[in-house]
């Protein structure tokens, strides 16, 4: 008997040791430069192949990381990380605090054109070497010895939620430097996360595999991680019914009650911090100087029919920014949002007159989206209402992620286009700072003085509840500008096996590998 539980034991660890979790990650990568990965695939990679001081557990909370344990000043301005003992990278070189130090001083580099950099906005120097004015080893970020990381601000942060980040883990120079841009490829990529990359096949697929010099590698419990690029919702449901992935990155769009009665348990909806709107290009024509054309087309669209029948999963409709649960009772809705469907169209049809456009001389418009089975059910709908209540001519376009992502930044060709934001950490700042000033996230090309005044207020209070009024008085400021068109408020929803154990619903839908495990068949 003994030995008949000793041999399925060690059946059950080989069996585990095998496991490949399949995830699937939407688009291909942009990057696997972890001071530059923003989107969400990449960072879903980054965060199994990178750690920071600290990291995030699997129901999102805050845990050790790099770091094993910290001190925060009473005033809460300086921060003190020890980290723990023997930590290396993947190749199994040392890792130490200077080091530590260096990748924080490149990743806010303004030559590195990190996209979350200005997350980092309170520490010490930080805004002056962003803008060049000082060098980037004038940041506040010290290791006084090998072991311990000194950070200082200049304001009380959520400094934890920021260090989780992939943006906040250490870069191995060495290989950036012998590599250049290549040092994201399989052999060259020297992380210090719980895996390491191993294949990186283009628009198909990247393996990782379980990296034996992380610190807590022996309670990594899967042995491989493949991530599939699934770009179109409907194609990666088909996959996840074959069997060929163990979870989803998105669902498509359809009828909720149809979903849970075909997938049970399976389908997991859950609160979501993030906002998809639509964004206009304020630096050339047709949307250039003129908020009204741009206040008449949001009016013109009825958010309830999008969030019931076209992406019907939950979602809610939104005519503002932040979702509320982020200013609490600071938060407020636009007026727009108490009036009736067909009070906002008689709004937008007078405004849309007195931009000078009509049926006789209708405005023509391109609204650019990646390619993607729910952008292009709802770009469809949107062009609809508008044709229907305005008139307007639109041109829809649809772009493979990496060339969308490119022409949304530059802001050449585009004129108005899909947006959206997820919340990097639990704060107005993560939506708000995109917004302030010419950085790589402002798509719009936004820019006021006032906004900026209102942003810089909130930033510098300390109090909670006075930094929450302030931060609803900036997005007020915003949204009179008209620079985005807000449509909804995010849910995450994937689909899960029951054989996978560890994926827990968060608000930032945070999923790092290292916390799974794959539980076979019952027997």
């Known amino acids: 008997m003994r030995m008949g539980l000793a041999v399925l034991l060690a059946l059950s660890s080989s069996a585990q040791a095998d496991a490949v979790l399949d995830r699937g990650n939407g688009p291909e990568p942009t990057t696997l430069d972890v001071h530059r990965g923003s989107e969400v695939g990449s960072q879903n990679i980054l965060t199994d192949l990178y750690e920071g001081l600290v990291a995030f557990a699997a129901d999102g909370s805050i845990v050790p990381g790099m770091a094993e344990r910290w001190e925060v000043a009473a005033d809460g301005r300086t921060w003190t990380f020890h980290l723990r003992d023997g930590l290396r990278w993947s190749n199994g070189e040392v890792l130490d605090a200077p080091q530590f130090v260096a990748s924080m001083q490149r990743a806010l580099d303004p030559d590195t054109a990190a996209p979350l950099a200005s997350l980092f906005a309170s520490i010490g120097n930080a805004p002056a070497v962003m803008r060049g004015e000082m060098a980037p080893d ?56 719980a895996y390491r990359l191993i294949e990186w096949t283009p628009q198909a697929s990247l393996l990782l595999e379980r990296n034996p010099h992380f610190h807590a590698a022996a309670k990594v419990a899967i042995e491989r991680v493949r991530f599939h690029v699934t770009e179109d919702a409907n194609t990666e449901q088909k996959r996840f019914v074959a069997g060929d992935l163990d979870f989803t990155e998105v669902v498509p769009p359809g009828r909720l009650e149809r979903l849970r009665e075909r997938f049970g348990r399976q389908l997991r909806i859950d609160p979501y911090l993030g906002s998809f709107y639509f964004g206009y290009n304020l630096r050339r024509a047709p949307f250039a100087r003129q908020p009204n054309l741009r206040r008449a087309l949001s009016l013109a669209i009825d958010r309830d029919i999008l969030t019931r029948y076209i992406t019907g999963l939950g979602e809610t409709p939104a005519f503002s920014l932040l979702p509320p649960v982020l200013l609490g009772e600071a938060a407020w809705a636009p007026a727009e949002s108490a009036l009736t469907q067909a009070q906002r169209v008689r709004e937008a049809q ?63 060709v585009t004129e108005a286009f899909r947006g959206g934001w997820i919340a990097d950490v639990a704060d107005p700042l993560a939506f708000l700072e995109a917004f302030d000033g010419p950085g790589p996230n402002n798509w719009s090309g936004y820019a006021d003085a006032d906004y900026s005044r209102l942003l810089g207020e909130a930033r510098a209070s300390a109090e909670p509840a006075e930094r929450r009024r302030r931060f609803a008085a900036a997005e007020r400021q915003l949204l009179q500008s008209q620079p985005i068109l807000p449509i909804y408020f995010y849910v995450s929803k994937h689909l899960v096996r029951d054989e996978v154990q560890g994926f827990v619903a968060n608000p930032l839908d945070r999923h790092p590998s290292r916390w799974m495990r794959l539980r076979g068949p019952a027997p």
């Open 138 to 193: 004038a940041l506040s970020v010290h290791a006084p010895d090998a072991r311990t990381v000194v950070i200082e601000l200049t304001q009380p942060t959520a400094l934890l939620e920021r260090l989780a980040l992939p943006v906040a883990a250490p870069l191995h120079l060495p290989s950036l430097r012998q590599h250049g841009m290549l040092h994201t490829r399989p052999g060259n990529l020297v992380g210090n996360g």
């Open 350 to 412: 007078q405004l849309y007159a007195e931009a000078g456009y009509s049926t006789a001389q209708p405005l023509e418009v391109e609204l650019r989206y990646n390619t993607s089975t729910p952008h292009r059910r709802l770009a469809l709908a949107v062009a609809a209402m508008w044709r229907e209540t305005l008139g307007v001519r639109t041109h829809l376009v649809n772009e493979e992620w990496k060339v969308f992502v490119q022409n949304r930044r530059s802001g050449r």
